[in-house]
């Protein structure tokens, strides 16, 4: 009989009651650091006084109206995040996968109101993820999401990943548009390195063709700097967001520049929840935190700390680990064993960690985490390795 539950998930025998800023906690009071930040969602650790607060105010007032109103937390937040990075104006959604499909809407519809209703074709890479819905499927294009769910949107050309020579050959007339992740998270912490970031950045200007950033998973100081595309140097044309914008309330938004959001005028797009008062609210939160120049800081010291802690566990465990990727405190640890049993071996040990594509686990603690919570994950970790060396 099939359970209640759909299930598509392949759920690990944990439920947890209750968490405390980077640990997670189970009925009977096993207490688990959490690396795994509910991939990525909460930037801030778990009940955050502040991010409880923002919550709990804005539930005494008003829980939700429609965008046929004015949302003053909404206006609040598109302000915070154009003052914070390239964009001129925001969409807010509920989550990545809608982000994904506001920004291929935005980039079509650009083309469009320019004349130019062929340029239609997008170029994304291997190993991508944008999300679950039709159009993320098609434009991360791997049969392992693709399979039977067919028809497919066309319009997505699959290049290798980080092969700036094959981009140059894919440009045609038909394509309008390149969406990347700085970092790929699901396909196994993969930075592109800054120069590559530059050369599309060139391309796309070469070409008059749009760049699309999906930070959705690297975005909201988790490679150290608010967005991670600064590193590079470069500004999008547009971008999505969601995952620690929200700090675990549902909570997703496209930037963009003014030119890249032309066509999108009153009635081309819509959300009955995007941008609530409640997600807005905890959002305005989030940014107040994670885009003051010190916390960023903190970030990079505390990535520092981790990077090197790992180095030295995978140098302690060379049947085990292969090696350390990934940047700030998005990191994965590419493993010789299977990745799940590593990850199922730091459930044994109390600690959260997420498998990734190409055998990598992957860390993403709260932003919060404390140096001491830093040591003690590597120590639960190198208990974890140990144990399946000894099983
Ligand atoms: C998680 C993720 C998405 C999809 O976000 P959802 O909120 O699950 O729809 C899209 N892109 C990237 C890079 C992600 O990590």
Redesign the pocket.
Known sequence: MIPSVLPTYNRAPLSFVKGEGSWLIEADGRRFLDLGAG??VNALGHAHPTLVKALTDQAQSLWHVSNLYQIPQQQALADKLVAATFADTVFFTN??????ELAIKMARKYWYDKGQSDKTDIITFDG??????SA?IAAAGSEKMTKGFGPLLPGFVHLPWADIDAVRAAIIDTVGAILI?PV???GGIRPLPDQHLKELRAICDAHDLLLIL?????GVGRTGRLFAHEWAGIAPDIM?V??GIGGGF?L?AVLATEKAAAGMTAGTHGSTYGGNPLACAVGCAVMDIVAEPAFLADINRKAGQLRQALEGLVAGHPDTFEAVRGTGLMLGVKCKVTNLDVVNAAYDAELITVPAADNVIRLLPPLTISADEIAESVARLDRAATSLETA
């Open positions: 991939i990525a989550s990545g996968t809608e982000s994904c991508s993820f944008h999300g679950r819905s993320g992740e790929q998270g699901e999906d930070e959705v998973q690297c999505m969601a995952k549902p997703g």
